[in-house]
């Protein structure tokens, strides 16, 4: 599988960038670390005219703190993340989720948070060679009106695998956009669409440049489910974010102020989920009902979203861990923490 | 034998640092001049019928030099072990792997576009993908002409009397195991660069493990040609890997043959990963019903197995795993009846092939699951049931297999030491061992077991030596060297092995069945033998001593020193010795031929015959959890004991016992070809899922060396058997530790789960 020709630009530096998207729009492509454009341009499942680098661009990486928020340029690459105090100390989920992703080298040598956040969703029917989707007729996703995932599909049901974006969700982060002349910030649980095909909010001509992430006091834990231990995109995930009522009062003691819920890997875009999330307000950090009632809640309201779309397990399984997931993911960030007190 | 010098040490690949700096010349890196691009258009059906090919668009391409379709292959042209497959189909496709046509072009990327220009017209034809239904009556038929799925082979055996035996038996267990589809996941993807002379003579750079056996297959091809009495020479690249899959010839290799003869320039054929994934072969899956029984005190009684194997569309030697799954099925333990009969079916699935221990995994895997829970039902130890039937030396087995050494017993001793260390029960934890016998001198599949060697000497005390053994990354290179070295006194550095060409190296039948080691060692050893006769012959002259006086060592002939302490033995430097008898009238040089064919049989009729001259041991033993909520299983400690009469280079061995646990770790746990319809949907690493560096654990590969009398300085076999039980043991341990067998390959997370809730549904 060769790539299929392309004009390469590499702009030095933003304000560039932004004149090129500006003017080749649905013709050009970013270029991050290319660990998820370049497979699927070898898979011929997309053949942009050009390739804009952002090897040259200084501008975007970096891992910076305030006293709000803490801020990560697009550009930064998974290791540097997972090489962060700040993140290890504020963020420790998206830590745990940046450790998850890929292998090593993907993470050191490439990946970054960007193109984590923005890797196309996720089939097993699609995600194939042109030769053997020119097989069958044609998806959703592929141009076509039919589903192989889920018989009596509407729409795409691709789904979101990316680590990242389920880590940063439950952190409640929010994503900073800019195209010539315009700079927008948005939530990222705001950031997606309802349908795999084209799954996020972004213009052609705009430019993931920031990702913010508010820093609460809280705790927060990432776990996820794969076949492998490395080079192994999830079946299940969950990232969750505790915030508890009292300062200074032990979490054993303490109360749930708020909760964030997210099951990534599941549906077309990590699952915020409101209900289970709500249902935990109010709880005691150390009632284990309590996270095991809220992780069922979480399976049955993010299963409806799942199509089986992945080869190496059923979808019944994989609905099913999602239960695990959440609730080892809620206990573990209690008990983390309780170990870090000591 | 205690004072060697170079046998048994562990002296690292010669060609590792070749390989390492990206020297080492892969098929990938063959580039002759003006050499064409090959490519293959496969079906997109799993069933069809061909109704038309339209290839005129391709042909007008510019930059196209050929384009072939069936119609282009000549009829006789029929690959594999049953010749059911032509490289090209002309008016049916059986299988998605099906070849319908090939391109030759001056770059890839033209001929890819041209294979994009062909148009055809299919009719699909209703496919059949599972081979117990395959062998039903109305069943769609793969091979029309054939008129059954069922292949016509004789793959069955009854030793002493089953249904006697099972009357009398006190206990008996009956089960149904099933493994699937895992593939060789070769790093170095396959490819050949074919190339013509003007007489029509063809040279052939091949990614192989039988250069001789192709040799002869692409001879056939050329006479079916109507090229006769034409010469064939096979050159075999630096190999990244071949576990079994180079063990045949294949449409790729016949379609660079058929597209260099048409363009008279040499075009190469490369697979890309996917290719790799989906147009090479699979080890077989099989469906085993099993039933073992034993008396009160544990004895075996009868083994009565029978299987079905999908074969795919066509067949490869791989439909030949039988006689091999025979080798456990009647000789692993002492059972003495013993009935198997093995169906391989016809489906449109991709066709299977030889793959590391040829069968072996599948039986063993049934045989040994079965065996833990025959012990569970008669109420016998585990550990202690195998003891009770242990193969022993000097035993012949029901298939007449003659035992000459056995380190079962110490294996078995080794492995239980290593488990019971630490034999605190913790909850969810269990641990599983299962054995496995294998050839390890020889495999008389073929006509002929042998390998030829070619030694000479030079004048500075270096040696050449062409072998007709292959290395493909295994070591063979190592193991020749090492053996040559000890027995003329000389150091590894100064052997050159050369292993890659049929027009230099003589006969060899191939490196599979674990043979090179002992086979083609026992012919190095053989020439080396004879050169040294020669050294010694002529030293005794030069150095006034008797030929029993003299020892070779550290490139030197020294008379055995009898006299006071303080005189220095009498000695020559072997280079110098080697220009005494060069230049000297009537000068000759050393050199020395050998041929060894070993001393086994040919299985008779009734499959009876000593296959092997000696067979390898080996029992693994793991420790594992599994996590009761997901099912996932995670490895603590795993201990491959293996009886390999004697370590040659213990490195090297260590990797072959690693790298087979691995394999055999991925087949019991996570690896599987999906298939959807014959389909395959995983044809790349990210979802066929290949342990990675991060999921490999510590093993420990304990040596036990029984030094075996017929193999060159007591060495058997070792390639294959390493992953051999793997799968049994990691079963009988999930069972240990949380009471679920699972009959099924890869086991899991899923299926240990489903059955952790059946069983809690039960209780
Ligand atoms: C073998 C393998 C295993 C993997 N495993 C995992 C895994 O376990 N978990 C996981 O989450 N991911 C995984 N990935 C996916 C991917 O490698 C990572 O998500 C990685 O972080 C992507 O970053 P990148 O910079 O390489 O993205 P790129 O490939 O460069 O970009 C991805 C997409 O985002 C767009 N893009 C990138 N940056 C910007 C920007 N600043 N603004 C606008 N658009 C942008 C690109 O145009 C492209 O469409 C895996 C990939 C491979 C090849
Ligand atoms: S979910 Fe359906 S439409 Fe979307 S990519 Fe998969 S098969 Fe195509």
Redesign the pocket.
């Known amino acids: 599988m060769r790539l299929p020709r392309f004009e390469y630009l590499k702009p030095e530096n933003l304000n560039k960038l932004l004149q090129m998207l500006a003017i080749y729009k649905n013709d050009a492509k970013i270029l991050a670390g290319g660990t998820d454009l370049l497979v699927r341009m070898k898979k011929g499942l997309l053949k942009p005219k050009f390739v804009i680098s952002l090897k040259d661009l200084k501008e975007l990486s970096y891992i910076k703190q305030n006293n709000e928020n803490i801020k990560i340029g697009a550009k930064t690459c998974i290791a540097d993340i997972i090489d962060s105090n700040i993140i290890k100390n504020k963020a420790y989920a998206l830590f745990q989720a940046c450790q998850k992703i890929g292998a090593a080298t993907i993470q050191h040598y490439k990946g970054t948070i960007g193109g984590n956040i923005l890797q196309d969703?996720?089939?097993?029917?699609?995600?194939q060679s042109a030769f053997h989707r020119s097989g069958r007729g044609?998806?959703?996703?592929?141009g076509?009106k039919?589903?192989?995932?889920?018989d009596d599909?509407d729409?795409?049901?691709?789904?979101c695998q990316s680590d990242g974006a389920t880590a940063l969700m439950a952190l409640d982060a929010k994503l900073s956009l800019a195209k010539k002349g315009k700079k927008r910030t948005i939530n990222l649980a705001d950031f997606y669409t309802s349908d795999?095909?084209i799954p996020f909010i972004i213009e052609p001509d705009e430019i993931l440049t920031e990702i913010i992430i508010p820093i609460k006091d809280g705790v927060s834990f990432y776990k996820r489910l794969s076949c492998r231990s490395s080079i192994d995109y999830p079946i299940v995930s969950a990232g969750v974010f505790l915030k508890p009522l009292q300062k200074n009062v032990p979490l054993e003691k303490n109360t749930i102020d708020n909760a964030r819920i997210v099951v990534g890997a599941i549906g077309r875009s990590p699952l915020f989920l409101s209900s289970a999330s709500l249902f935990l307000k109010g709880k005691k950090f150390n009632d284990i009902n309590a996270f095991k009632k809220a992780s069922n809640i979480a399976m049955d309201n993010a299963s409806t979203f799942a199509?089986h779309?992945i080869g190496s397990t059923t979808l019944e399984y994989r609905c099913s861990m999602i239960f695990q997931m959440v609730f080892q993911a809620l206990e573990q960030a209690v008990n983390l923490n309780q170990e870090n007190q000591k | 034998m205690s004072n060697l010098n170079v046998v048994g040490k562990p002296i690292p690949k010669l060609d590792a640092a070749q390989k390492a700096l990206g020297r080492a010349q892969y098929i990938q890196d063959i580039k002759l001049p003006e050499m064409l691009y090959g490519k293959i258009l496969y079906s997109k059906f799993a069933h069809a019928k061909i109704i038309n090919i339209n290839t005129s668009k391709a042909e007008k391409l510019s930059g196209v030099y050929a384009v072939l379709t069936g119609k282009d292959v000549p009829k006789k042209m029929k690959m594999g072990f049953y010749k059911d497959n032509p490289p090209i189909k002309k008016d049916k496709v059986c299988s998605f792997r099906d070849e319908v046509a090939a391109v030759a072009a001056l770059s890839p990327e033209i001929a890819e576009k041209a294979l994009s220009l062909i148009e055809i017209e299919y009719k699909e034809l209703k496919g059949i993908f599972d081979p117990e239904k395959a062998m039903e009556k109305e069943s769609p038929l793969v091979h029309e002409y054939h008129k059954s799925n069922v292949l016509k082979l004789p793959w069955k055996l009854h030793y002493g009397d089953v249904e006697k035996a099972e009357k009398e038996s006190d206990f008996i267990v009956k089960e149904k195991f099933k493994t699937t589809w895992v593939t060789h996941c070769c790093l170095g993807t396959s490819g050949a660069v074919a190339l013509f002379d003007s007489n029509d003579n063809l040279t052939i750079h091949t990614n192989t493990q039988i250069p001789s056996l192709a040799q002869k297959d692409f001879l056939e091809a050329l006479r079916s040609m109507g090229l006769e009495n034409k010469r064939v020479r096979v050159i075999k690249p630096t190999i990244g890997g071949g576990f079994g899959s180079k063990l045949d010839t294949y449409a790729y290799e016949h379609i660079a043959i058929l597209l260099a003869h048409k363009t008279r320039k040499p075009v190469k054929i490369i697979f890309d990963r996917k290719e790799e994934f989906k147009a090479t072969s699979t080890r077989q899956p099989a469906i085993i019903y099993i039933k073992q029984g034993c008396n009160k005190d544990g004895k075996l009684t009868f083994r009565d197995i029978k299987m079905v194997l999908d074969n795919g569309a066509y067949t490869s030697w791989g439909a030949t795993t039988p006689s091999v799954m025979m080798m456990p099925i009647t000789s692993l333990y002492r059972v003495e009846n013993v009935r198997y009969k093995a169906k391989c079916v016809y489906t449109n699935n991709t066709y299977s092939q030889a793959m590391r221990g040829y069968g072996n995994p599948q039986a063993t895997f049934a045989i040994e699951s079965n065996l833990d829970m025959l012990a569970q039902k008669a109420g016998i130890d585990r550990i202690e049931i195998r003891r009770i039937n242990q193969n022993q030396p000097g035993d012949i087995t029901p298939q007449g297999f003659k035992i000459s050494s056995c380190g079962l017993s110490k294996c078995i001793d080794k492995v239980e030491k290593e488990l019971k260390k630490d034999c605190k029960k913790q909850e969810n934890v269990g641990t599983g061992i299962a054995s496995l016998i294998h050839v390890g001198g020889g495999a008389r599949i073929y006509k002929s077991d042998g390998c030829g060697v070619i030694l000479k000497m030079d004048d500075y005390g270096k040696v050449d030596i062409f072998t007709g053994g292959t290395d493909m990354g295994q070591g063979l290179d190592n193991i020749t060297a090492q053996i040559v070295a000890e027995e003329l006194g000389l150091f590894v550095e100064d052997i050159n092995v050369v292993h890659s060409d049929t027009d230099i190296c003589p006969w060899d039948v191939g490196a599979h069945a674990s043979r090179s080691t002992f086979v083609a060692g026992n012919a190095a050893l053989g020439a080396a033998q004879k050169i040294k006769e020669k050294i010694l012959k002529f030293a005794s002259k030069i150095l006034d001593a008797s030929i029993k006086d003299l020892i070779l060592r550290d490139r030197t002939i020294f008379v055995k020193d009898n006299s006071e302490k303080n005189i220095p033995p009498k000695s020559i430097a072997i280079d110098k010795l080697l220009r005494k008898a060069h230049f000297s009238p009537n000068g000759t040089m050393l050199m020395a031929d050998y041929f060894y064919d070993p001393d086994n049989e040919n299985m008779g009729k009734d499959f009876k015959g000593n296959m092997s001259v000696t067979y390898a041991f080996g029992v693994h033993g793991v420790k594992l959890t599994v996590d009761k909520e997901t099912g996932k299983v995670e490895i603590l400690d795993y201990i491959a004991a293996h009886d390999v009469g004697r370590a040659i280079n213990p490195l090297l061995l260590e990797g072959q016992v690693y790298g087979g646990v691995v394999m055999g770790l991925g087949y019991a746990l996570t690896e599987e070809v999906m298939h959807k319809n014959g389909e395959n949907m995983n044809a790349d690493f990210r979802d066929y899922k290949l342990f990675t560096a991060k999921d490999a654990i510590k093993i420990k590969a304990p040596v036990i060396e029984t030094n075996d009398k017929y193999g060159p300085f007591g060495a058997k076999g070792i390639g294959e058997p390493g992953c051999v039980p793997t799968a049994p043991a990691i079963a009988n341990a999930i069972y240990d530790a949380v009471g679920v067998r699972i009959k099924d390959l890869p086991i899991t997370p899923e299926k240990v789960l489903a059955a952790l809730k059946e069983k809690s549904l039960q209780e």
């Open positions: 969703n996720r089939c097993i029917h699609y995600n044609a998806c959703h996703k592929d076509g039919i589903c192989y995932a889920r599909a729409r795409c049901f691709s789904t795999g095909i199509v779309n």
